[in-house]
Structures are given as structure tokens and as C-alpha cells.
């Protein structure tokens, strides 16, 4: 391509082979040729880095989302699955006054949308005055009948917008769609921006990016002050770990200091909501909401729904509960009213439009349904309200009618024809293009951009920044990231410096607190099952590890067992292995590889699901290091010859030990992670008991099938040895005894001495300690049942001689630990309804 002579010399050789789409505003390259002056910082900044350089850059900000555990999920299969985060290494630049122009557009939006909202579920005057006809708006599953004439609490219906846009080729700025219901992308917005500054700080610096702090900052403190009291309680309502965006729930819950609930944490009592918590209900004063509408209170709304909370809408009727966004929000989102928001502007806040809509047609009136179908082959023809219809026959992209064969387009003019009101005609838009760094150079690519606006006491405030989604494709309806879309940041530059002092409050007017959110008992109960699903991880881990390094032994007879046959008891009793394994290296790939319930790769994939859960209260470290565990053992299929496993398990031996050993090591640093980093409030407490009481149970089991009476010498010092390894007493057994294993002080050491740390009593000795800490917490004066049950079984371990450790003695203890455990999930992890006043 031939340039302007506006583009540097220096910068000339980076963007030689830049080639604009004819008839496409692109953001890098103007009309004449020349490079816009607001990227020429960026671009010479890159072309003195050299390629390999600006690719280590690019590469350190990719390292970053990778490390931070940053991900979406990809609906390609049951569940989906996770992927990384795809950025887009070059943001996208854009001068303040021009950014200005465009979020002077977003507020008046914003603004306009508040009042259809209050409109519709008010007076209905634009219903009433043919502005909007009546079908578009109760044709909508958006619009909620139950909340005609319901006022939100604090008197909004939106707190937080967003549209998504792009440029016409003359660059004035085009309304794609406006996000009303639940605007996601603030939390992949931050991490993009993290990302990218940490990668060029210097340059980050240089160019004066407007900070994003202040919008997130003002955003709480609107939600903080409309609840009226200090402290407020705020919730973000997630649909839980299988939604897409799902990360973003969890890095905005833990990074803006905001409790992470789902529907199942909540409950109404008294008109009021409360969440459930180990310490008993406690109330709720706002909640973001990121679930749809419609699912949000079954009793009223979505009878099927399992997301939502009971009574919800009978609470935003009592005035008790702020939502962001309100219920019945979503109405404004249908892409129908395109057609018609210049009226409604004009109308409802005696304004002209600043952002124009693409040019849209609802075909619910016949002649304009007539007008549509005659120009078909310039339409794209979508869904009225915006979703995918419920019979299948559109999907929420829809169509361009010029790329249809005869029998389709006949199909299309039929169901137009028939439901019309279901579907709109659009002018078919070809976006934007901004630069992308591709294989050392920059090339153009489609992008959309989407704006966030919050309101605050003093109006709405628009971030200075955004997410950039780029696509291959130039159809705005193919955009999406489930799509193979990538994200970029959004630069906003100042002529000087931002100013810090609306970033950082001033030392003064920070008040120390050592308060810590309430605890979710949905939260709690997974922290303890993570903990229990580790511990069962480690012991699996360490029972192979007895199998693979001893091999097999010969009893006296066929009668009797010998210490690996024990083992391998051990695991087919747990589910790990079929019974009928005899053969220890072939029992050590089934429990590793197997897909049966209580094999390894089944125990780290109930960790891991249930880590997502709670994935705001785990570090990145711990999360990515669960992660990398679970993925190192994968299940092979069901129904694998087992004589090529048993000559898999005798050539892989030495690596199998050297992944038992290398996955028992992370287990140990997740161990270290949540005794070193973790806040010493409940979540770590129920984390920690969840690993005591697993740990005292398997350790009681190892001993009740180790310790077992042989009548070959040999063999049942065999088991004592075994025993030894398993529980990591060799080093404490050796230094007290110079003879070898004898089982009354291998039983004392590994059950009733409190000194080691993977004995019975030492678990719980913790368990009774974390109760009691637990039990301090709330206003309870008298010991509950899991404080009274631990007291008497660490009384009994206590008391107890060895000699009186028999198998019966042993199997009284598992059961009471069972008890225990029953009894501190009903106690602090079933969720206890509000008291009555």
C-alpha cells in the first residue's frame, strides 16, 4: 500500500504491508493514507522494541492472564469447557476528545433507557401514544407482569449500562446493541488492562492512559450509599462455575469486596433477603445481578428455574432489596426498539439522538414487513428480541438475506409472513477495523467496542476504557468470543498526566477494619469438601505409591493376605479399583487412570469443581496449581484390555513414581498455599477442617486394614512398614525404636500420639480447635453437637491404652468421626433459615 506523507519514516517499515478495507473506517490509517497522530507514540514506541522484543512484551502480557487464571468458558460440549482469555496485544488508542463525544452518546443512552424502563412498567404513555406499539413490549418474555408498577428500591431500574459499537465509514459511531439486563465484561476489562500496563508500563505512562479505578470506585459507592446503612452488604448473583463468564463473577466478587452468591445462598424471610452464612442469616442490601430475569424468582417468574431465590420479587415489592440491574430490565435490550428510540428520545427526555442505531425494520407492521421482503437481498433479517427462537427456526445472529438459496429465502419469506412480530430487517454493517499485531507485523482486523456506564449520586459516569472484541469476520452479528473472537484494552489519552488524587483516597479517610465478609455456608460447605477431596487425593496417591515401589509379595498360603493385597483392599473398597485386581501395578494404573468413581482422576475432578465454586477465595496461585493436577491425570476408557494395562504399569513404573511423587509435592504446596496466604477467617477454618477430618478417617482406615493380625511374621511386619510410609512416620518411628516395626508403638504413633502430624489425635485436636473457634463466633453459649462429639472423641483418644486398639476400637473411631463430620455440616454448612424475631 502506498501511504500519506504523514507517516514517519521510522514508522513506515511496520506498517508497510497494513492494507484498510475499502469502504471501512479504519482506526490506524485515515482516509488520505496517513497514520492517525494519537498511535504514532504506540507504533514508534513498538518499532524501536524491534520484533522479537515487542513479542516477549506481548508474550509477558499473555504469561500474566495465564498466571492470573483468567479464562471464559466455550459451550462446545457438555458443560464446555475452559479457555484462556484471548487478548488482543495492541489496544486500541483513542484521544479524550474523542472519546468525550462518544460518552457524552453512552450517557444520554443511559439516561433514555431509565425513562422507557420507568415508562413501561409505569404509565405506559408511549404504549398509550403509538410511540411503541403494544405487541413489541408484551411480546417481549423480558417485559415482567408481576412488577408493573413496582418502583426499584433507590428509585433505578439501571445502575450499570452498556452498548456495544462500532464506526460508519465516515467514523461517526453506530449503536450495535444496548446492554440494559446484566452487562458483563467488567472484570475481563480490568484484567486487560492489567495485563497490557504491567507488559509496557513505561509506555503505558508516557501515552497519559486515563485510569480505570475511579469508575469501579464510584460504582460501589452508589450501591454502598443506596443501601442507608454503613457497611452495606453487597452480592454478586451468579448462575454459578458452568456460565461463561463465570471468572468474571468471581474476580469482581473478591476484587471489589463483594460476596459471591448463587440463588441456593439466598433466602427471603419477612420481605427481606438474607444469605445464608455459617454464622447464621444475615441480611443483604443490594445484589448485582448476573442471572437473567426470568429466573430469578421462580415462585412469580420461571417456575423451573433452580438459579433464582424464592420470593425475590415479593422483597423488591416490600422496597427491601436494591438489584443491579432491576428485574424486567432486559425489555430494553430488544434490538425491535432500535426503530424506534429516535421518537422515543425526543419524547421521553426532549432530546435528538446522539448515537444512531443501525438502520432497523420490525416487521410486526404489515407494511413494513412488505417493505422488508422486497428487499431482502439488502436486509439481514434477526430476531425481534434478540434471543435465539424457542423453536429453532433463528438463531440470535440471524440471517443475511443475500446469501440465501431460493428454497431458504422461500422458508424466511414464509415465517416472516406468518410471525412477523418475531423479526426485524437491518441494514447489514460492516465494522470497523483496528490494528492487531499478527506474526511480527500489523494487520487490520473488525472490532466492536463495548462501553460501560455507571450511575452514581451525582449522574452516570462512563469508564474511560472499555472492551474491545475483535473478530476475523466483518459481519457484526458473527461477533462473539464463543466464536474465536479476541479482546483488546482501551486506551484513553490525556494531554497530562490522570489525576491521583480521585484514584487514591487520602490516608485519612481509610478507616482500619479487621472485619472479613460473611462466609457463604454454600461457600464453606465447598471449602471443607475441597479440603476432603485433597486429602482423599493424597492418600489415593500414597496408597499407589505402596504398590508401585514394593511390587508383589508371597503369603504362607492362599488364605493370607499379603500387605499389597491389602492395599489394593483398600482401593477397591474405595471405588479406586474393580475388586477382583490382585496384580499391585495393575491396581496402581487403575486407580490412576481409571474412570471409576473413587479413581484419582474422579477425586481431582470433584476438587476442581468444586474449587470453581469458590474460585473468589482461592489465590491464582492455587487455582492454576489444581488445575495443572487434575490435567496430569486423565482417565483412560472404560474397558482397556488389562493385560496391555498390566505391560503399561511394569514399563511406565519409573515414571508413574515420578508423577505420584511430583503430584504429591502440589498437593503439599496447595497445603502451603492455604496455611501461608489464606485470611485466618472461616474459609480457611472449614478448609482446613474439611482436611483434618478426611485425614483422620483415611488414617484410621490405613491402620484398621494394616494393623491386621498375619500369621507370617514377615508379612505383618510388611504391613506395619507399609503403614509407616503411608502416614509419614518412618523418620518419628526410627528415632524413638531401634528394633523394627511392632505394632503397639506403630499404633500409638500413628493414632494416639498428638505430636505427629498425620496421627488421628493431632486431627482432632485441630478439629476441636477450629469448633471452638467457630463456636466463639456466634452468640451460642453452650457447645453444639459437632464441639460435643469432637470434646469426647479427643477425651477417648486421650484416655484410651494402646493395648486396647483393636480393629472394633478402631472402627468406633471412624464412625465418630463420621458423626462429627455429619454434624458440623448441619450445624454451619446446611444454611440455617433467619431466626424469627
Not at 492517525?36 to 524491534?50: D, K
Amino acid at each position: 500500500m502506498r501511504f500519506g506523507g504523514r507517516v514517519r519514516p521510522d514508522l513506515a517499515p511496520l506498517i508497510a504491508g497494513y492494507r484498510p478495507h475499502p469502504g471501512v473506517y479504519d482506526e490506524l490509517i485515515d482516509a488520505s493514507g496517513g497514520m492517525r497522530s494519537h498511535w504514532e507514540p504506540l507504533i514508534g514506541q513498538l518499532a524501536g522494541y524491534g520484533t522479537e522484543a515487542t513479542a516477549r512484551i506481548f508474550e509477558a502480557a499473555d504469561r500474566h492472564l495465564r498466571d492470573a487464571g483468567v479464562v471464559y468458558r466455550v459451550y462446545d460440549g457438555p458443560g464446555g469447557a475452559e479457555r484462556p482469555w484471548p487478548l488482543s496485544h495492541l489496544p486500541l488508542v483513542m484521544p479524550l476528545a474523542e472519546w468525550q463525544i462518544l460518552a457524552d452518546g453512552i450517557v444520554q443512552r443511559a439516561r433514555l433507557h431509565e425513562a422507557l424502563l420507568a415508562d413501561l412498567y409505569g404509565e405506559a404513555r408511549t404504549v398509550k401514544e403509538g410511540l411503541v406499539p403494544a405487541a413489541l413490549v408484551a411480546g417481549n418474555r423480558e417485559y415482567l407482569r408481576p412488577l408493573i408498577g413496582v418502583s426499584p428500591t433507590g428509585g433505578a431500574y439501571l445502575h450499570l449500562y452498556a452498548a456495544d459499537v462500532s464506526r460508519a465509514p465516515d467514523g461517526r459511531w453506530w449503536v450495535l446493541n444496548d446492554r440494559t439486563q446484566a452487562p458483563s465484561g467488567l472484570g475481563y476489562a480490568i484484567e486487560n488492562r492489567i495485563a497490557l500496563s504491567r507488559a509496557v508500563p513505561e509506555l503505558f505512562r508516557s501515552l497519559n492512559v486515563d485510569r480505570l479505578a475511579a469508575f469501579y470506585q464510584r460504582f460501589r459507592a452508589s450501591l454502598a450509599n443506596l443501601a442507608g446503612r454503613p457497611d452495606p452488604r453487597i452480592a454478586v448473583l451468579s448462575p454459578g462455575p458452568l456460565n461463561e463468564t463465570y471468572f468474571e463473577h468471581a474476580y469482581l466478587a473478591r476484587s471489589m469486596g463483594f460476596l459471591l452468591v448463587e440463588g441456593g445462598d439466598l433466602t427471603v424471610h419477612r420481605d427481606a433477603v438474607y444469605v445464608r452464612t455459617v454464622d447464621g442469616a444475615q441480611r443483604v442490601d443490594a445484589i448485582i445481578r448476573r442471572i437473567d430475569a426470568d429466573f430469578a424468582d421462580p415462585l412469580e417468574l420461571n417456575t423451573a428455574s433452580r438459579l433464582g431465590v424464592p420470593g425475590l420479587i415479593e422483597a423488591i415489592r416490600a422496597g427491601t432489596i436494591i438489584l443491579a440491574n432491576a428485574l424486567g430490565s432486559g425489555v430494553a435490550e430488544a434490538p425491535a426498539l432500535g426503530a424506534y428510540l429516535p421518537a422515543l428520545a425526543r419524547r421521553l427526555i426532549g432530546e435528538d439522538l446522539q448515537l444512531s442505531n443501525l438502520a432497523t425494520w420490525w416487521c410486526g407492521d404489515p407494511a413494513v414487513r412488505a417493505d422488508v421482503i422486497a428487499h431482502l437481498n439488502e436486509r439481514a433479517v434477526l430476531p425481534a428480541f434478540g434471543r435465539t427462537l424457542s423453536n429453532g427456526q433463528m438463531e440470535h445472529s440471524g440471517i443475511v438475506g443475500a446469501g440465501l438459496t431460493s428454497p431458504e429465502r422461500i422458508r424466511l419469506i414464509g415465517m416472516l409472513q406468518t410471525r412477523g412480530l418475531d423479526f426485524i430487517g437491518q441494514e447489514p454493517v460492516r465494522l470497523a477495523t483496528t490494528p492487531v499485531w499478527e506474526r511480527g507485523r500489523l494487520v487490520p482486523r473488525h472490532y466492536a467496542l463495548r462501553v460501560f456506564a455507571a450511575r452514581a449520586s451525582d449522574g452516570w459516569h462512563v469508564m474511560p476504557g472499555g472492551l474491545c472484541r475483535i473478530s476475523e469476520r466483518a459481519d457484526a452479528r458473527q461477533l462473539s468470543m464463543q466464536r474465536g473472537g479476541r479482546s483488546a484494552d482501551v486506551w484513553v489519552t490525556c494531554d497530562r498526566p490522570p489525576d491521583w488524587s480521585i484514584l487514591v483516597p487520602a490516608p485519612e479517610d481509610v478507616e482500619v477494619s479487621r472485619e472479613t465478609s460473611a462466609l457463604p455456608s454454600r461457600a464453606a460447605d465447598n471449602l471443607f469438601w475441597l479440603g476432603r477431596y485433597l486429602e482423599r487425593a493424597d492418600a489415593l496417591l500414597r496408597l499407589v505409591r505402596g504398590l508401585v515401589g514394593w511390587g508383589s509379595e508371597s503369603g504362607p498360603s492362599d488364605d493370607e493376605e499379603t500387605p499389597s493385597e491389602r492395599l489394593s483392599g483398600i482401593l477397591a473398597s474405595w471405588g479406586a479399583i474393580p475388586f477382583a485386581t490382585t496384580e499391585p501395578r495393575v491396581a496402581a494404573a487403575e486407580a490412576l487412570r481409571s474412570e471409576f468413581v473413587g479413581a484419582l482422576p474422579s477425586v481431582l475432578g470433584q476438587a476442581l469443581r468444586t474449587a470453581s465454586a469458590v474460585r473468589d477465595r482461592l489465590s491464582p496461585d492455587a487455582w492454576r496449581a489444581l488445575g495443572e493436577l487434575s490435567a496430569s491425570f486423565p482417565p483412560h476408557r472404560q474397558g482397556a484390555e488389562r493385560d496391555d494395562l498390566a505391560g503399561a504399569a511394569d514399563r511406565s513404573a519409573p515414571e508413574m513414581s515420578d508423577r505420584i511423587e511430583a503430584a504429591l509435592r502440589t498437593i503439599s504446596a496447595l497445603a502451603g498455599l492455604a496455611h501461608e496466604n489464606m485470611n485466618r477467617a472461616g474459609g480457611w477454618r472449614f478448609l482446613d477442617l474439611g482436611t483434618r477430618v478426611e485425614r483422620a478417617i483415611v488414617v484410621a482406615r490405613f491402620s484398621r486394614r494394616m494393623a491386621q493380625p498375619s500369621s507370617d511374621p514377615s508379612l505383618a511386619i510388611s504391613s506395619l512398614d507399609r503403614l509407616l510410609d503411608l502416614t509419614d512416620a518412618q523418620t518419628a518411628y526410627r528415632a524413638r525404636y531401634l528394633s523394627g516395626p511392632a505394632l503397639k508403638p506403630v499404633l500409638d504413633l500413628v493414632l494416639l500420639d498428638a505430636s505427629h502430624p498425620r496421627s488421628v489425635a493431632f486431627q482432632v485436636e485441630r478439629i476441636v480447635a477450629h469448633l471452638d473457634k467457630l463456636g466463639g463466633r456466634g452468640l451460642q453459649t453452650q457447645p453444639d453437637v459437632a464441639q460435643t462429639r469432637a470434646y469426647r472423641l479427643c477425651e477417648r483418644l486421650r484416655r484410651i491404652e494402646v493395648s486396647s486398639l483393636g480393629e472394633e476400637a478402631i472402627v468406633e473411631t471412624e464412625a465418630a468421626l463420621m458423626v462429627i463430620s455429619d454434624a458440623i455440616t448441619e450445624r454451619y454448612l446446611a444454611g440455617p433459615p433467619p431466626a424469627e424475631d
